[in-house]
């Protein structure tokens, strides 16, 4: 079938419509300045020494693991959330406290100290231990949507 401007499906022209709007950029925004103060105060108060197992930033990830998880799920029996509260809290707040670079670069340093043992033991950990914080999270907020009789 020949498309003709009249004859579009609705969809064509959406994805402009479907932009996430300001509230989602600013929730985002605004998220990621809390997750980011959040992550140095736990810095702060957890300082690390180079050369050792970061585990400020494996504890970081892997509470963010856990309950960036729990979320996901609860929003997935409860579609009707607002996109800008998932936006700000998942890419934005939890997006900006965990880190990925910081386990890079904490690999990297121990790898070029001779610490290849100590980075394995650490990639190790935060791979097991954040999909581990994943699987709890999933539980969790499957239980807590449950609870509420929302069945996943």
């Not at 609705?10 to 600013?26: E, L, M, N």
């Not at 033991?121 to 539980?139: D, E, F, M």
């Amino acid at each position: 079938m020949k498309h003709t401007a009249k004859s579009l499906p609705r969809t064509a022209g959406a994805a402009h419509d479907r932009s996430p709007g300001w509230h989602a950029w600013t929730a985002v925004a605004v998220g990621g300045l809390i997750g980011t103060e959040l992550r140095y105060g736990a810095g702060l108060v957890f300082p690390e020494s180079a050369g050792t197992i970061p585990w400020t930033t494996l504890a970081i990830n892997v509470l963010g693991s856990f309950v960036l998880a729990a979320l996901t799920t609860v929003w997935i029996a409860r579609p009707k959330t607002a996109f800008w509260l998932r936006a700000g809290l998942g890419p934005g707040l939890l997006g900006s406290f965990t880190t990925f670079s910081a386990v890079v670069f904490a690999l990297d340093q121990q790898f070029r100290a001779g610490l290849q043992t100590s980075s394995l033991v650490y990639l190790g950990l935060s791979l097991v231990l954040g999909l581990g914080a994943a699987a709890a999270g999933w539980k969790t907020g499957k239980a807590m949507a449950d609870l509420t009789g929302r069945a996943l």
